[in-house]
């Protein structure tokens, strides 16, 4: 491939006995991953995703072309599903996704460079920076919301961030 994958779900289980399966979704909106094309396993082979019904707030029932029975469909049980970034984001636009915020620098209130994003995390409340602050042994970690990140440039490639919400490790 080409272009960058993204991962947007997993399917965590079979359901029902005609092949279909449960998808953990990692889009916004769960039913959304059926609508992203290509989509397609780590080995780049393409999944076609046909959505059934949604089965609560992160997971969907979808069939998969091909799989007609549940033994078929607990095979796939733990498969990641991708889709091509560009897929997801229109490369003219400023938009980025999270992970894009890794090795971006990291500026105080006062424009001091003061670290590098090292990774992004998000454990189900929300979106976290894990900095390292230069001169520190230790990562630090950042919440990425509107109170912590005063400025963000995606093209020059920096954040400048509210130091009083960095929390050390």
């Known amino acids: 491939m080409t272009s960058e994958k993204v991962l947007i779900g997993k399917i965590v289980n079979a359901h029902g006995i005609k092949g279909d399966v449960k998808i953990k979704s990692f889009t916004v909106i769960p039913a959304d991953l059926c609508t992203y094309s290509p989509l397609l396993k780590s080995d780049d082979s393409e999944l076609k995703i046909k959505l059934k019904s949604p089965a609560n707030s992160d997971v969907i029932i979808a069939h998969i072309e091909g799989i007609d029975d549940r033994t078929s469909a ?39 460079e003061i670290g590098v994003v090292k990774d992004t995390l998000n454990y189900g409340a929300g979106d976290i920076l894990e900095i390292q602050v230069y001169g520190k042994e230790k990562t630090a970690l950042l919440s990425y919301n509107d109170y912590s990140i005063l400025d963000q440039n995606n093209k020059q490639g920096f954040l400048k961030i509210d130091t009083e919400h960095l929390l050390e490790s």
């Open 74 to 112: 607990e095979y796939l049980k733990g498969t990641e599903i991708y889709t091509l970034k560009s897929s997801i984001i229109d490369e003219e636009s400023d938009e980025i996704l999270l992970s894009d915020l890794i090795d971006f620098k990291v500026l105080d209130e006062n424009s001091n």
